[in-house]
């Protein structure tokens, strides 16, 4: 007998060595310190066992000093009652949990998105919970942004008396409005109608008109005040004027078309009255107060209404010019006249134009229609209506000068305020007034337009409004300040926004007389922000403030002087102040001799 051959044996795998525990705790406390989400266990007395570096500087105080405290005690009552529910509810459960709600932390609503997991023992008992916080107050913002900017798009579109469709390169509909519907469709709703092919749901009249319209899009590109004649649901005509845009996908190829039009027959009406006027109303046409005249292909006068043959007059000009080119009669015309009608005849599109000229010694400031009248399929005439518009435009000049004078007054009224202020706290006279001037140099040299420049300047002279609050014998105190006369001090920026408010200024003044106390890493008062959280106006006027009291008298104190000052904000630069603001501010006195304006003496 054949012996049977052994079939060797394979080499046993070896089972993955378990990582031992030291080296786990080491890969999640790396990976915990890593996040940029607050990471926290707690265990079932509701005691912290951990929080990573980030959660801890949220609340401002090292983890060592967490680690071991009950909840209750560190978090704000609101994010506590919230915390608090959902970390029973994992501990009752056994199971993750995933919120996303609306707290109170650090004295701000913010959105807290939460995911909790329960933690076992060896014995498979939850015996902590394991939580990972984020911060998503700026994304529900911007959802919340996103969702109401939709609604009112919707809403403008749906509400729009100009028809919106949308159609892809198939011509299939992919969106319209209900007036789109009541123009191309035949009155269909709007959900009848999209994904379905546009030219199917035509008729065949308006079908032909369409795709003219569609060919010229398609080679052109975007089209403007095309118009054209369709026909009713009863089967009377109108005529609509469309404009078409190009939507193009990534690769710059069209993905979609939007066409809007608007029923322009109430117009095309009354531009035919316009002609029909020659022959049988031409008393109506004399009567209007608008300059109209007609030219053809030519650019031969064949009409003129009464009130042109005025201006001519006025001009000392012939009347008696039909038959004339446009030229012939009115040699002074620049060669741009007869580029814009020689894009009218060509486009087949009203052209409107806005210019200024002078009659005798007065400036007539005008508003030109080049309107086309199309014969036999193209434009035979136009037909020029020059409405005067000096009027209109020099109310809208007065009317700018009246805001200008408005504006003067506002800023007189804040400088009055600041002259109240510096009469209550009269050993820092000034101090509002140079920390502008400083405050507004350093907008300038940062770039900023001169509308924000402006903002700035009217809030730093109002920024101590609020100490109208604080006591005479607190601000002109001689000696350092306890910590109760000190908080009353501080109290100073609310008490200004709280004025200030209610006042309509076109800049966020009460927000900077807020923040003016804010520094970059929450230390400043009186909400302790942070960053970006700080308006830039406040974060200027913050480096501004500082240089000018450092530099001035207190009568607690001697001033320290300007070097003193530069110290300061630069040790504080990235920490507390600006870092752009802190490098403008001393190029500005190291580099382009910047002072104070001299204090004035007092009698």
């Known amino acids: 007998m054949n012996a049977k051959k052994k079939t060797p044996k394979q080499p046993r795998k070896r089972a993955a060595k378990p990582q031992a525990p030291h080296e786990s705790e080491t890969l999640f406390r790396t990976l915990a310190e890593a996040a940029r989400d607050m990471i926290f266990i707690v265990d079932r007395q509701g005691v912290a066992l951990y929080t990573n570096s980030f959660g801890a500087n949220l609340f401002g105080r090292p983890a060592e000093e967490i680690i071991g405290r009950r909840v209750q005690d560190i978090l704000d009552p609101d994010l506590y009652k919230h915390q608090k529910d959902v970390i029973a509810r994992v501990f009752e459960t056994g199971a993750p949990l995933h919120t996303s709600n609306q707290v109170r932390f650090q004295g701000r609503e913010v959105w807290l998105d939460n995911s909790m997991v329960p933690l076992r023992d060896a014995s498979g008992e939850v015996f902590a919970v394991m939580g990972i916080a984020r911060d998503a107050t700026a994304r529900h913002q911007v959802e919340e942004a996103l969702r109401?900017?939709?609604?009112?798009?919707?809403?403008?579109?749906?509400?729009?008396?100009?028809?919106v469709v949308l159609v892809d390169p198939e011509a299939k509909v992919l969106y319209c409005n209900q007036r789109a519907s009541d123009f191309f469709f035949k009155g269909k709703r709007p959900e009848?109608?999209?994904g379905k092919e546009a030219f199917s749901l035509l008729s065949p009249q308006d079908r032909t008109h369409s795709r003219g319209i569609a060919d010229r899009a398609l080679s052109a590109g975007n089209l403007r005040d095309i118009e054209f004649c369709l026909s009713r649901k009863d089967g009377s005509p109108f005529y609509i004027?469309?404009?078409v845009s190009v939507i193009p996908d990534a690769q710059g190829q069209p993905k979609a078309y939007l066409g809007v039009a608007r029923d322009i027959t109430e117009r095309k009406r009354a531009e035919e009255k316009i002609l029909e006027s020659e022959l049988r109303h031409r008393t109506t046409l004399d009567s209007m107060g608008d300059a109209i005249h007609v030219v053809d292909r030519d650019l031969r006068l064949v009409l003129l209404n009464a009130r042109f043959k005025q201006w001519c007059r006025e001009l000392g000009l012939e009347t008696e010019v039909i038959g004339r080119t446009l030229f012939e009669a009115f040699p002074f015309l620049p060669e741009t006249v007869r580029e814009e009608y020689e894009q009218v005849f060509r486009t087949e599109e009203t052209l409107v134009t806005e210019e200024a000229s002078h009659v005798?010694?007065?400036?007539?400031?005008?508003?030109?229609?080049?309107?086309?009248?199309?014969?036999?399929?193209?434009?035979?005439?136009?037909?020029?209506?020059?409405?005067?518009?000096?009027?209109?435009?020099?109310?809208?000049?007065?009317?700018?000068?009246?805001?200008?004078?408005?504006?003067?007054?506002?800023?007189?009224t804040i400088q009055a305020i600041a002259l109240i202020i510096e009469t209550k706290d009269p050993y820092t006279a000034g101090?509002?007034?140079?920390?502008?001037?400083?405050?507004?140099?350093l907008a300038r040299e940062l770039g900023l337009p001169e509308e924000q420049c402006e903002g700035i300047r009217m809030a730093g002279f109002i920024h101590d409004l609020g100490k109208i609050a604080v006591p005479s014998e607190i601000l002109s105190k001689p000696n350092p300040l306890n910590e109760i006369e000190r908080a009353i001090i501080q109290n100073h920026v609310r008490a200004g926004y709280e004025i200030l408010r209610t006042v309509e200024f076109p800049w966020p003044v009460a927000q900077v007389v807020l923040q003016h106390h804010e520094r970059l890493d929450g230390s400043g008062y009186p909400s302790g922000l942070t960053g970006e959280g700080i308006l830039l106006e406040a974060r200027i006027l913050a480096v501004a403030d500082v240089v000018e009291a450092m530099a001035s008298y207190r009568p607690y104190r001697p001033a320290r002087g300007i070097k003193e000052a530069f110290q300061e904000i630069a040790q504080g630069r990235d920490r507390l102040y600006d870092p752009q603001v802190v490098d403008a501010c001393l190029k500005l006195f190291s580099e382009k001799s910047f002072s104070f304006e001299p204090k004035e003496e007092k009698g």
Request: hydrophobic share 30%; net charge negative.
């Open 148 to 163: 109401e900017s939709e609604e009112r798009y919707r809403t403008l579109l749906e509400t729009s008396p100009d028809a």
């Open 192 to 194: 009848e109608v999209v």
């Open 241 to 243: 004027e469309v404009s």
């Open 360 to 412: 005798g010694e007065r400036e007539i400031i005008s508003e030109t229609r080049k309107i086309p009248i199309l014969q036999g399929g193209e434009v035979a005439q136009v037909v020029t209506v020059v409405h005067d518009i000096t009027k209109r435009k020099r109310a809208e000049e007065e009317l700018r000068k009246s805001l200008e004078k408005l504006r003067q007054a506002l800023r007189e």
């Open 431 to 441: 101090h509002q007034r140079r920390s502008t001037q400083l405050a507004e140099a």
